[in-house]
């Protein structure tokens, strides 16, 4: 039994998905860090951000299905092929707001600076939020929780700040 078993709902949806989201955030910040400067249109930028994280999303669910063929010397089942992409999925997941942001300013409804501040907050929250639960599991006190989110958000926080100094 896990530390977190007792969860339900949306914090054992979370808990289920922390590795992927964690993944998937950072793959964002590290995308909008690359893009800044050389951003098309707002459309171009969506279609950018969400196919780049969608292919390194499928690349990790197939690279654990080799990794499980190899471990355990036997031919991929669809079982397997569901398990790797439940697993692989979350990841793809943290693309989804920043993506219809980029989609939102390309009708016009916000501006694409907005968009794009607004997809580094979100996923600096996202990493902040994964963080305090994990502060939360581990010690169930306020002072954990908020030294995991610093910690977290600071790991976003710090692609974000070094995208300012590249550029």
């Given at each position: 039994m896990t530390a977190n078993a007792e969860a339900t709902g949306f914090w054992a949806r979370l808990d289920g998905a922390a590795g992927g989201l964690i993944y998937g955030a950072i793959m964002v910040l590290a995308i909008l860090m690359a893009m800044e400067g050389h951003m098309g249109a707002p459309f171009e930028t969506a279609v950018i951000?969400?196919?780049s994280v969608l292919a390194i999303t499928l690349a990790k669910?197939?690279?654990?299905l080799l990794g499980e063929a190899l471990g355990s010397g036997q031919r991929m089942k669809r079982g397997a092929i569901r398990s790797a992409w439940r697993h692989s999925y979350p990841t793809l997941a943290a693309a989804n707001v920043p993506t219809?942001?980029?989609?939102a300013a390309g009708l016009g409804w916000i501006g694409t600076a907005d968009a794009f501040d607004t997809a580094q907050v979100f996923s600096?929250?996202?990493l902040s939020l994964v963080g305090a639960r994990v502060g939360w599991i581990l010690d169930r006190s306020v002072v954990s929780t908020i030294l995991g989110s610093a910690f977290a958000g600071g790991i976003g926080l710090a692609i974000a700040v070094l995208k300012f100094v590249i550029h």
């Open positions: 951000l969400f196919g669910a197939f690279a654990e219809l942001l980029f989609c600096i929250a996202l």
